[in-house]
């Protein structure tokens, strides 16, 4: 069973419009978890990283919330555009030197 | 800056041939590197990581070998490729930020076995 599930499996939007992704956990322990962007047939780009004492952090339009007690995520697109169409992966590392647990990935689209 | 390479970016195999992708980066010294397959609609995998030349450790068992000859050198290899090899392959390289270690991604290569 995987570590991290992310929910939804994909999203379509309105440009313009704000949406939220999901994710839960169940890596234990907990370093760090972080939200990457992919693009297709590209590789991931690091959005955010949080460690379990965080529990907000913004990129630009991108806020990812981490509750490290119910072991949740969230990243929540603000003001959506047609860049922002791509795959959003969850990752959450149990340790700190790197070795991570990745989700499947919420792919959304972002149309006029 | 740093900078990760990657190539091919596509490659088209046949069964049975042998597989060797290469990944080099530039601007760190004594980075962790990984090897990692994305299947479509699939989570990354982690196959391969590295902490020092010559230092490598296999996370699944598979027809693939990783070697690091160089510190900034990592090389996917294979001696008979699967139809189950293709995939998306990413290569990355992790360094310490704060108290975690960042880790970035290659451009990848696209792998199909026919």
């Known amino acids: 069973k995987n570590q991290v599930e992310q929910s939804p499996q994909s999203l379509i939007i309105l440009e313009g419009k704000n949406c939220t992704l999901q994710c839960n956990y169940t890596v234990s322990p907990f370093s760090n978890l972080r939200w990457y962007k992919q693009d297709t047939g590209r590789g991931p780009v690091s959005l955010t990283i949080?460690?379990?004492?965080?529990n907000t952090k913004s990129n630009g339009r991108y806020t990812a919330t981490l509750d490290a007690d119910t072991k949740q995520s969230s990243l929540h697109i603000t003001a959506s555009q047609l860049s922002d169409s791509a795959s959003y992966i969850c990752v959450v590392s149990a340790t700190s030197w790197g070795k991570l647990q990745f989700g499947a990935g919420t792919q959304v689209v972002v149309t006029p | 800056s740093q900078t990760i390479h990657q190539w091919p970016a596509t490659l088209v195999q046949p069964v049975g041939s042998p597989l060797s992708l290469e990944c080099t980066v530039e601007?760190?010294?004594?980075?962790?590197l990984y090897w990692y397959r994305q299947a479509a609609g699939r989570g990354l995998q982690l196959l391969f990581y590295?902490?020092?030349?010559?230092?490598i450790s296999s996370e699944v068992p598979q027809n693939l070998s990783a070697s690091r000859p160089q510190d900034r050198q990592f090389i996917l290899s294979s001696k008979k490729l699967l139809l189950s090899d293709s995939g998306f392959y990413l290569c990355a390289w992790s360094v310490l930020r704060g108290r975690s270690y960042e880790q970035y991604f290659g451009p990848g290569t696209r792998l199909t076995v026919t």
């Open positions: 601007g760190t010294s004594n980075p962790n």
């Open positions: 590295s902490v020092g030349i010559g230092q």
């Open positions: 949080m460690t379990f004492s965080e």
